[in-house]
């Protein structure tokens, strides 16, 4: 009878302990201010949501509720890393969709592109090229790492093989545009520093070995291997893939630039929709931040129209996602202006563009990912 009693005594005991720890977190949580940002997932975090009976109604709030308790709950990042650590004791090799592959390198999923977005997206940029057939449009998609990279991955993984879906997109836009192998220019190479192990952009290097291959079709005469020089902007580069999966968060990489041999590359870049200019093709001030990759035109922005001081008289646009970004700064010697568009945050459609501007050539850019899921691409080719 003792023994009962002194152990309904503990387990009461614990129960008080337990939920005056809960009160006291909570009270913590409502003592403490919320944060904005998270610097170590390089992400904006959640509010509190607003109250309204609709919301309730609708269930909208208690979702919205949870998810901002989440990203606010005090101690966040240590619980967060204590998790991935015993993930990773009990063998885990994913973390938040992220593969844990070989010696650190830190892999995305290769996406599944829904049907209809994948043929709306091939349709709108063939329709685009059928449409301005004297303007000559070429497309290159970038293959994710996991794709190169295969080798790389964690035991027993498997991932969808991009390069048959790139096959398709080939075969789907036909003779209307000039297509550049990527994945073949990159597989020769893929023993080499072609990706970053905690981010998903491929690195300054990859695409000077594509833009090597793309070249001659984007008209530009001769060799171009001898015509950059590479410099190391920053050694201490951690990417997305280490802020979402909370794997190599200690992990310092480092960004190059490559600049031209010979000539000027004075531009000046004008940033529509933002109404500000930048005598650079780089923002220095990125490199003080977690977001170290935004070194290359400041991140993502909707229009930028960028005037070089080639004798070229040729102008071209660029429709874009982030991989793009390392990329650009290869072509500024052989063009007169390059008129740059994300359409993941413009809103208006490329035949504005191409009426405001006097387009003689077009690159399409994308990484094979964002071109699969994006489902902005097609509305401003078509304008729907």
Not at 60 to 89: A, H
Not at 335 to 358: A, C
Request: some cysteine; glycine content about 8%; aromatic content about 10%.
């Amino acid at each position: 009878m003792d023994n009962r009693k002194r152990r309904g005594r503990i387990e009461s005991l614990i129960g008080k302990i337990f939920i005056l720890t809960l009160f006291l977190i909570l009270i913590v949580n409502f003592i403490v201010p919320d944060k904005e940002q998270s610097d170590q997932e390089n992400r904006m975090l959640d509010t509190m949501p607003s109250l309204s009976l609709a919301s309730i109604m609708n269930g909208d709030f208690m979702e919205q509720w949870e998810s901002y308790m989440s990203d606010q709950f005090v101690g966040r990042n240590l619980w967060r890393g204590l998790k991935v650590s015993l993930d990773r004791i009990g063998g885990s090799k994913m973390e938040n969709g992220v593969y844990i592959g070989k010696d650190g390198q830190l892999l995305e999923d290769i996406a599944v592109p829904d049907n209809e977005l994948f043929t709306d997206n091939i349709n709108a940029v063939k329709s685009f090229a059928d449409t301005y057939s004297n303007t000559p449009t070429t497309v290159m998609l970038i293959p994710d790492a996991a794709s190169i990279l295969s080798d790389s991955l964690p035991a027993f993984a498997t991932v969808e093989d991009q390069r048959q879906m790139f096959s398709m997109v080939e075969r789907g836009l036909g003779d209307s545009v000039n297509w550049v192998d990527a994945y073949s220019a990159l597989n020769k190479h893929k023993t080499e520093k072609l990706y970053y192990k905690t981010d998903h952009h491929w690195t300054t290097q990859g695409a000077f070995y594509v833009f090597q291959e793309a070249a001659a079709g984007l008209g530009i005469d001769g060799d171009v291997s001898d015509n950059y020089v590479s410099y190391t902007v920053t050694d201490s580069f951690n990417g997305v893939l280490a802020s979402k999966s909370g794997v190599g968060l200690d992990e310092k990489e480092q960004i190059d630039i490559y600049v031209p041999t010979e000539g000027d590359d004075d531009v000046i870049v004008n940033y529509v929709d933002e109404a500000k200019k930048r005598t650079s093709l780089y923002d220095s001030s990125k490199l003080e931040t977690r977001d170290k990759y935004g070194v290359f035109f400041g991140g993502n922005t909707s229009v930028m129209d960028i005037r070089t001081v080639s004798t070229s008289q040729k102008r071209l646009l660029v429709v874009k996602d982030s991989f793009a970004d390392c990329f650009i700064p290869f072509l500024t010697p052989y063009y007169r202006e390059i008129v740059v568009v994300d359409p993941r945050y413009y809103s208006g459609t490329m035949t504005e563009i191409m009426d405001t501007y006097r387009i003689t050539d077009i690159l399409i850019l994308y990484s094979g990912n964002t071109f699969m899921t994006d489902n902005n691409l097609s509305g401003v080719f078509t304008g729907e």
